[in-house]
């Protein structure tokens, strides 16, 4: 389906204020902001690919044509509820984890796989099941070599690693671990929850986050099989949640969804070693399960964070201590920021904000990392999850 | 300690098996290892590993699950508990380990106390599974299902940090958990190792096995219909008065193609005599205007009264029957050594069949299907009721039909893969049809929702066909709560879900 966004930018960006502040959060600046004039002839730059999870029927992902700060919708293709997206390292392909409880009668989410054309659009290849009782998967990462995908799986307790052919499809779950756990968070850490996985830069570990008993996992991964290496165990209640790995490599930042707060570890890789060094309170708790991301500037001087439902955080990383301080703090009024992830180009940050059913587009200084103006390039849905594929 | 069996020992290949070779359904599925266990020790310490390792444990007593939820294990481990053998124990009552098959058990409570379960007749059943989803079989009206009788389970289950715990779970200790694990079906609460009675029914000495036949070869619609009517008539009347409670049949309903299709029935007085056969020639003679051949035909399936079709002890009477003792009738026929292709429907009636779904079955017995081999299906249809029907164990027990007069299980077998769709379908074809009459609740079309007809279905007769409706879990275990109940222990007993298949209780 195309839809061409012309039709109301200037309207919801009458909805989208801006405060940016490092000492004076109270500034608001409104963008006032007209985006330049585009015709859908113009050669892309990128396509951006946004999961939403409206409702049923609404529920898919959705490839926008990007030029500059002018998206244009191209296609939208069912999907049920991903919850995670993944492009292949050589481009051509896109993955999907499906935060559902059943497939086919039987109590498992999904994962897909798709073919992108030169053209943007996407063509679904094949679906796999994840492991029974694998339900509500969260989150999908794939390794460095492009031939594995790893599934944390929140509703069901578990990791699935699934391999992926030569012509892109993914093959049926190859390996299965099963976590136990509980935490003190009453209600909510009852049995393990997995939250995120990542690959580290050697393609040799995996790093996962259990939300249910706040435990920050390392995995060794060679020949195709994932193994226990380490176990550490966060403060209780805390409901461990997003990774961003530094990238030196010497850092890694996990969210937590409980208390709102972000821990920082030291990654040794090489002695295969984490080490907590500190954690940084937000006082802007989150609810339990919600999606909520942080991510770190190319560079590596910048951690910005999704947190509550109308601010992202600037952090200053110190390279040589992974030690943090609040450099901006950016809202939006009237906002539920859902999703957050950098253009290829680093340059911007891409934000969901699902009360205005909006995707913003937030420049980045390129020095000192704080964010500007925000533009709405989109509209659309409850977006769960946002990939970018720049030509 | 216990004996791991992996993909490089040469009893992999036999051990990985399930006895329906249907399952699973392609090679990746296959568990990567078999661990057998000869003491409960070994069974927790084998169990913790597997749940340190991230693996998935599932368990097998005898083998006989019908669906895959036991063999479907890809990369995971098996427990298999065929060899567990515990030391005899100075407590009071009876304590029967789950790996027993059937027919030791009834062999060692009968030799050394001259008591028995109210079980099943396959000898290679085994204990674990069969008495964890009710326990029921031929002395069933005479004395109800096993777990009526059960005192407490000795079961390992895994706590919310990973750790196994052992317990033992009586109406006293973790009653809860107790009355789940008599009657919600295996795999879903932990691993039950034992089940203890502090009392049992004495064994009949003798029974008498008797059976008539009906050739399809002159068979009339009216006369099928006939049949079955007279056949329910009398477990919906006659059949709750205490002294025919020791009286239990087998309808087998098989396609045209048999030749034959007929009943089969094992009896004994409540005193477990044969003194008074009344009964079962009162039984027999209802039948008499059907043009019945004395005998049982051979029994296509598993559940038929294997010597109602031949002569044992010839009892002097209106009709042909055998008197032998009641070990012998129950050890001797042997059962479920078998494996083969096949596939399962259930289904528990309240009442007596109506015209209508006599009709259909008519309809589809006589009906050949192009290409499909129908002599491996037959329908044997169960008397149920007697002290079964006690209806206050619906609340001690999760065995909760407790209203049914005749239970009835679709049985199809076959040996090819090549057979495995058509045969499916047609049996699934049938299955619709039959429960989607004129009288039922099209919401509930083709399935024998709870009612006033119907009394779902057996969860040891499993049927993952049944998960096409999103109603499956009251197919089960009714609409009356007990399913929330079954949820809320397996959420405190099995937090992390670590026993889990295609029908397990959700979280």
């Known amino acids: ?391 | 300690m216990a004996i791991t069996v992996d993909r490089q020992d040469p009893r992999y290949p036999t051990l990985k098996r399930s006895r329906n070779l249907r399952w699973p359904a392609s090679e990746a599925d296959f568990c990567n290892r078999i661990e057998l266990c000869e003491s409960t020790s070994d069974v927790a310490e084998v169990l913790q590993r597997i749940v340190n390792a991230g693996l998935r444990p599932t368990v097998r007593s005898g083998g006989h699950c019908y669906e895959d939820f036991v063999v479907n294990n890809p990369g995971g481990a098996i427990l298999d508990l065929s060899l567990l053998q515990e030391p005899r124990s100075e407590e009071a009552g009876y304590r029967i380990s789950a790996g027993k098959q059937l027919g030791d058990v009834y062999l060692d409570l009968f030799k050394r106390y001259g008591v028995t379960i109210p079980a099943g007749d396959c000898y290679a059943v085994g204990a674990g599974g069969h008495i964890s989803g009710g326990g029921y079989g031929y002395l069933s009206r005479l004395h109800g299902l096993t777990v009526d009788w059960l005192s407490a389970v000795d079961i390992l289950t895994i706590d919310a940090n990973g750790k196994v715990v052992q317990r033992r779970v009586d109406k006293q200790h973790e009653p809860d958990l107790f009355r789940a694990c008599r009657g919600a079906g295996g795999g879903n609460f932990g691993i039950i190792t034992a089940f203890h009675f502090d009392k049992l029914p004495q064994a009949p000495n003798e029974v008498v096995h008797a059976g008539l036949s009906f050739d399809w070869g002159t068979m009339t619609e009216e006369r099928f219909v006939s049949i079955l009517r007279a056949y329910g008539s009398y477990w919906e009347t006659r059949g709750k008065d205490p002294d025919t409670f020791g009286l239990f049949c087998i309808l087998d309903i098989s396609h045209a193609s048999t030749k034959r299709l007929g009943l089969s029935l094992q009896f004994c007085n409540p005193d477990g005599t044969c003194k008074d056969l009344s009964v079962v020639n009162e039984f027999l003679s209802l039948f008499s205007s059907c043009n019945p051949s004395p005998g049982a035909p051979a029994p296509a399936g598993e559940r038929a009264i294997a010597h109602a079709s031949i002569t044992g002890e010839a009892c002097a009477g209106q009709y042909p029957m055998s008197r032998r003792l009641w070990l012998d009738a129950t050890i001797g026929g042997g059962g479920g050594e078998g494996s083969g292709r096949a596939k399962y429907k259930s289904a528990y009636m309240k009442s007596n069949f109506s015209v209508e779904e006599a009709k259909c079955m008519y309809k589809h017995m006589t009906r050949d299907v192009p290409g499909i081999d129908l002599k491996g299906f037959v329908l044997a249809i169960d008397s149920y009721g007697g002290a079964i029907n006690r209806s206050q164990l619906a609340e001690e027990t999760s065995s909760w039909q407790r209203a049914s007069v005749m239970k009835l299980q679709f049985q199809s077998y076959w040996q090819n893969p090549e057979d495995d769709a058509g045969r499916l379908t047609w049996l699934k074809d049938f299955y619709s049809d039959l429960y989607s009459g004129s009288t039922v609740d099209p919401h509930y079309a083709s399935t024998p929702y709870p009612g006033e007809h119907y009394e779902g279905c057996y969860i040891n007769y499993p049927d993952s066909d049944m998960l096409a409706y999103q109603f499956w879990p009251q197919l089960y275990y009714g609409d009356q709560g007990l399913y929330p109940f079954l949820q809320s222990v397996k959420r405190r007993y099995d937090p992390n879900n670590i026993f889990h298949h295609a029908m397990s209780v959700r979280l």
């Open chain 1, 1 to 391: 389906m195309n839809q061409d966004m012309r039709w109301s930018r200037r309207t919801f960006l009458q909805g989208v204020g801006c405060t940016s502040a490092a000492s004076a959060l109270s500034k608001v600046v409104r963008s006032n902001d007209l985006l330049p004039s585009r015709t859908d002839e113009t050669p892309p730059a990128g396509f951006a690919y946004v999961g939403s999870t409206d409702d049923v029927s609404a529920s898919g992902i959705h490839v926008f044509k990007i030029c500059g700060d002018y998206w244009s919708r191209k296609q939208s293709i069912p999907s049920r509820s991903p919850i995670s997206l993944v492009l292949h390292p050589n481009q051509q392909y896109l993955y999907a984890a499906n935060e559902i409880d059943e497939h086919e009668r039987l109590p498992c989410g999904t994962v897909e796989a798709y073919k992108i054309a030169d053209n943007g659009d996407l063509t679904l290849m094949n679906r796999q099941p994840l492991s029974l009782s694998g339900t509500r998967p969260r989150h999908i990462a794939i390794s460095p070599d492009g031939k594995y995908l790893v599934v944390a799986i929140h509703g069901g307790g578990a990791y699935n690693l699934l391999p992926i052919a030569h012509d892109g499809s993914v093959g049926r779950v190859a390996q299965i671990l099963k976590e136990v756990g509980a935490g003190s968070y009453p209600g909510y850490q009852k049995s393990a929850h997995p939250h995120t996985v990542t690959f580290d830069i050697t393609g040799q570990h995996v790093l996962a986050t259990d939300e249910g008993c706040d435990r920050l996992s390392v995995f060794t991964f060679q020949n195709g099989q994932m193994m226990r290496a380490l176990q550490i165990h966060s403060q209780p209640a805390s409901g461990l949640g997003h990774i961003a790995l530094h990238p030196s490599s010497n850092f890694l930042y996990v969210s937590n969804t409980v208390d709102g707060s972000i821990d920082c570890y030291r990654w040794l890789v090489n002695r295969r070693e984490v080490k907590y060094e500190r954690r940084v309170a937000t006082n802007l708790k989150s609810t339990p399960g919600e999606a909520d991301r942080f991510i770190i500037s190319e560079a590596g001087r910048s951690l910005y964070v999704v947190s509550g439902h109308e601010s992202i955080l600037v952090w200053e990383i110190n390279p040589e201590t992974g030690e943090l301080s609040l450099r901006q703090q950016w809202s939006v009024k009237n906002s539920s920021l859902q999703i957050l992830t950098t253009s290829p180009d680093k340059r911007r940050l891409l934000v969901a904000d699902s009360r205005q059913h909006a995707l913003l587009s937030i420049p980045i200084h390129a020095e000192s990392g704080e964010l500007g103006v925000a533009r709405a390039v989109a509209k659309i849905g409850m977006a769960r999850s946002l990939i970018v594929k720049y030509i």
